[in-house]
């Protein structure tokens, strides 16, 4: 099995399960504009594209509903104050980190929340153990765009070659692609191993202990 000198994370559904506190914005934001609620399979069915993706698939209408910014500035005003409620670290993830930090394996986060957010949530759960953690911002596109993996590895000082991207969805395996990147898809987040077996993969791994064989 090849090793690997640096391990590029998605955040939502691979090391941290956000989907509560996601399900709860939404549907706060919904709520408060007479809008349509969205049980947690249909939040789980949104998310992967960033946050204003996640908001025109659930606000009725899309974008062209007429009160689609007024709705997507609550959002964002709302989510991040209550990004750390039912959040936490899927099992054996900071295990597994801390193992990376001990052998010398660099270690990033490379997602499309904002960037606030992901700093925020990457030194509250992963203090210490993370060493670039890449949001959306910057003038960089989101995820599968390749932006955010380039820059992790910019600012990282890693080469390609050497970098497995882990994730746990479609985009994911795209983004790997687009970035050059091996890429390990995890069943353990929101998509199913029916579409993860769709994308170019070396592995797809149920438990975060299969995480171990490469490094």
């Excluded at 090849?2 to 399900?23: H, P, Q």
């Excluded at 993370?130 to 932006?147: F, L, N, S, T, Y």
Aim: glycine letters at 8%; hydrophobic letters at 35%; proline letters at 5%.
């Amino acid at each position: 099995m090849k090793k690997y000198k640096t391990i590029l994370f998605d955040m939502d559904g691979t090391v941290l399960d956000t989907l509560e506190d996601l399900k709860d914005a939404v549907n706060y934001v919904l709520r408060t504009n007479n809008e349509p609620e969205h049980d947690i399979e249909a939040i789980r069915s949104f998310v992967g594209n960033g946050m204003k993706m996640l908001m025109t698939r659930a606000i009725p209408g899309g974008q062209k509903n007429p009160t689609f910014e007024k709705q997507f500035q609550e959002y964002q005003d709302y989510y991040p104050p209550h990004s750390r409620i039912e959040t936490k670290p899927y099992d054996g993830i900071v295990a597994f980190m801390e193992e990376c930090k001990r052998q010398g394996v660099k270690v990033g986060i490379v997602s499309n929340k904002q960037q606030p957010a992901v700093t925020e949530l990457a030194e509250y759960y992963f203090p210490g153990l993370i060493q670039a953690a890449i949001g959306d911002g910057e003038g960089r596109r989101v995820k599968p765009a390749k932006d955010a993996p380039m820059e992790a590895l910019k600012r990282l000082d890693a080469e390609a070659e050497t970098t497995l991207y882990v994730g746990d969805s479609d985009v994911d395996g795209q983004t790997a692609k687009n970035a050059g990147l091996d890429c390990v898809l995890v069943t353990w987040g929101f998509r199913g191993r029916d579409v993860l077996e769709k994308e170019d993969h070396i592995a797809i791994i149920d438990t975060p202990k299969e995480l171990y064989q490469f490094i």
